[in-house]
């Protein structure tokens, strides 16, 4: 039974007993958490709070805005530029950084979020989430540019995201295990209700989206028709799929119950590495999924190896049950013999 504690007494036990992290962090996650309760209210208000379709605007990746999409970086924003923690932000909404004003203390974190991702689930009424990754702001660096975000994941300091579903649950790594905390609406605080998350090695269970099948490269072709071949077939086991096209969603319940997410390159856009963001998607979940004894590649090379170029740089995905991403990756690096 996982000990009922708060998000604020697990994070200073992270700070006093294991030495894990400094103040400064403890104080910008829950500046963090708290913007995910506010964000959570908008979510859930739904029609009833003018939050549902587009904003009529395109983001700096040329996708519609929605509503909701606007409202939560704004909370994400304004929640964290007053707090002194940080220097700087980035944002899936924002084309360039967002630097804390002059008016407020700065920070030594660097803060990047999508703050709701699978925002195509919001009028459907299908879960969505906020992912943030937190990086340390460069030793000595004065002005604060895009180039100090183009860290490897490596670097992170933190990672996290919040499922806005029939839970609104915070999944949160400070490099020291995975730990989930279910939102106590009646406390309206965030009570533990998993620590030491582990993400089980096998699967049978995988989540792509089957419609671009005639668009991915031999590798991947290869191995969802392995697990469509079932118990007949090289992997001698029945395989279930799971497609909710929310990344948050999917990786929640890999992370809760193991499975293997893809979102591979394709034919589609040859010039683009994938679908999926590094710095704020990718980077904060393989964070996560490798806390969490899973893996996290870009069907080739360990994604918190990656080393940034620019700042809404895409990269292809394959994370979850260690074994599975291994086969994947495998079957990508024998292609390329
Ligand atoms: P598709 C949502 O837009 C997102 O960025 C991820 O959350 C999700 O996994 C993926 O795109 C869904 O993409 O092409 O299936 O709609």
Redesign the pocket.
Known sequence: MTRRISLTQYLIEQQRQHGHIPQELRLLIEVVARACKRIAISVNKGALGDVLGTAGSENVQGEVQKKLDIIANEVLIEANEWGGHLAAMASEEMEGIYLVPNRFPQGEYLLMFDPL????NIDVNVSIGTIFSVLKKPEGSKGISEDDFLQPGSAQAAAGYCVYGPQTTLVLTVGDGVAMFTLDREQGSFVLTQEDVKIPEDTKEFAI?MSNMRHWDAPVKRYIDECLAGEEGPRGKNFNMRWI???VA?VHRILTRGGVFM?PWDKREPNKAG??RLMYEANPMAFLVEQAGGAATNARERIMDLKPTKLHERVAVVLGSKNEVERVTRYHLEQAQ
Do not use: C, R
């Open positions: 991702d699978g925002s195509s989206n096209a929310s990344m999917d979102y679908k999926l």
